[in-house]
T-cell receptor, first 113, second 111 residues
Framework: ETGVTQSPTHLIKTRGQQVTLRCSSQSGHNTVSWYQQALGQGPQFIFQYYREEENGRGNFPPRFSGLQFPNYSSELNVNALELDDSALYLC????????????FGSGTRLTVV | QQQVKQSPQSLIVQKGGISIINCAYENTAFDYFPWYQQFPGKGPALLIAIRPDVSEKKEGRFTISFNKSAKQFSLHIMDSQPGDSATYFCAASREDDKIIFGKGTRLHILP
């Protein structure tokens, strides 16, 4: 049984650019959630996908968008990058739409310069 | 508005001692209270979780104490070991909703 894998592990982008982060969910998990973790802070909920539909969103602007594919893998897209977008982006999968049994990936460290 | 407040921000404990981290929440609709452990360069990993219908849950050296009337819960790590050095997050959620994390406690166990 594989866990949650995220790619890339590290990324450096310039302000104003666009970025796509990828997540492969754990086998058997149909729900993927994305979190942003700023340095020294707890993870903040961005949004959740359940069976390819967004079914929950946190307090993030529309330039944060996502997709979930039929195999339940997911992408997080961020447009018009800002310096404050620099953070660790975490993907978590779970076997149902409820947050129980979350398994987190190791994250993608995004640096915006 | 911070819905889950965690303290202390950092904690240093001697090997073999008891580490205690406290959290308070505001939303009485929360029905799931997990604790996560995060090592540098890794994502958070679920350590132990509790529902509000019980006052205590123990798994090995880790115990959650839950006080529903005070809207508080805490993590106790007995016989703390250097390998327990990590950042710990308390969290809370409602059924079918996102998990809300505290700001974290950086725990260091002295050898």
């Amino acid at each position: 049984e594989t866990g949650v894998t995220q790619s890339p592990t590290h990324l450096i982008k310039t302000r104003g650019q666009q970025v796509t982060l990828r997540c492969s969910s754990q086998s058997g998990h149909n729900t993927v959630s994305w979190y942003q973790q700023a340095l020294g802070q707890g993870p903040q909920f961005i949004f959740q996908y359940y069976r390819e539909e967004e079914n929950g969103r946190g307090n993030f602007p529309p330039r944060f968008s996502g997709l979930q594919f039929p195999n339940y893998s997911s992408e997080l897209n961020v447009n018009a990058l800002e310096l404050d977008d620099s953070a660790l982006y975490l993907c978590a999968s779970s076997p149902q739409s409820r947050p129980y049994g979350y398994t987190f990936g190791s994250g993608t460290r995004l640096t915006v310069v | 508005q911070q819905q889950v407040k965690q303290s202390p921000q950092s904690l240093i404990v001697q090997k073999g001692g008891i580490s205690i981290i406290n959290c308070a929440y505001e939303n009485t609709a929360f029905d799931y209270f997990p604790w996560y452990q995060q090592f540098p360069g890794k994502g958070p990993a679920l350590l132990i979780a509790i529902r509000p219908d019980v006052s205590e849950k123990k798994e090995g050296r880790f115990t959650i104490s839950f006080n529903k009337s005070a809207k508080q819960f805490s993590l106790h790590i007995m016989d703390s070991q250097p390998g327990d050095s990590a950042t710990y997050f308390c969290a809370a959620s409602r059924e079918d909703d996102k998990i809300i994390f505290g700001k974290g406690t950086r725990l260091h166990i002295l050898p």
